[in-house]
């Protein structure tokens, strides 16, 4: 009845954010433009926040056009009632990772050899973490311990938290 009425070609109050119907407001480009730009500038942790229905999800699916064009290696974290190990597996899914994804250590040492490349050939990696309010302890703290990966550049690995 909505799509009749104003004469829409798709329905834009569909369950799943999609990006093509965000209103890009000045704010949303201004929280995208920070996003990228902390992800240029390596600077470690971003936060995006915003009360429930403000578009953070939304903006979050915007940033991998940003990503993929600009060959920006990235894992996505959606699924956040998970344990510090299923993180892991998760971030070795995302980033393909050539190691056994159920070890820590082998994701950890595949992982460190994947930032330290991409470093070299003048690039970042990014872990996007949405809902991140409802992270468990354990996994914000293992997330917050994946941010020392560093070199006298600045931080291999760009982490960004919504919520």
């Given at each position: 009845m909505c799509n009749a009425f104003f004469g829409?070609?798709?329905?834009?109050?569909?369950?799943?954010?999609?990006?093509?119907?965000?209103?890009r407001s000045a704010?949303?480009?201004?929280?995208?433009?920070?996003?990228?730009?902390?992800?240029?500038?390596r600077k470690g942790?971003?936060?995006l926040t915003g009360e429930v229905g403000t578009g953070k999800t939304t903006l979050l699916e915007c940033l991998p056009d940003y990503l993929y064009e600009?060959?920006?290696?990235?894992?996505?974290?959606?699924?956040?009632r998970i344990?510090?190990?299923?993180?892991?597996?998760?971030?070795a899914y995302d980033l393909d990772?050539?190691?056994?994804?159920?070890?820590?250590?082998?994701?950890?040492?595949?992982l460190n050899d994947l930032l330290i490349q991409q470093a070299n050939q003048g690039y970042t990696v990014v872990?996007?973490?949405?809902?991140?309010?409802?992270?468990?302890?354990?996994v914000l703290e293992e997330i917050r311990m994946l941010g020392n990966f560093e070199n006298r550049t600045g931080k291999l690995l760009q982490v960004i938290l919504a919520g």
């Open positions: 829409f070609k798709e329905s834009p109050f569909n369950l799943s954010p999609d990006p093509a119907f965000l209103y704010q949303h480009e201004e929280a995208l433009a920070n996003l990228i730009y902390g992800v240029q500038s942790f971003i936060v600009h060959r920006v290696e990235f894992a996505f974290l959606f699924t956040l344990k510090p190990e299923e993180m892991y597996e998760m971030i990772l050539r190691c056994n994804r159920s070890s820590k250590t082998e994701i950890i040492d595949a872990l996007i973490v949405d809902e991140a309010h409802n992270l468990a302890w354990e």
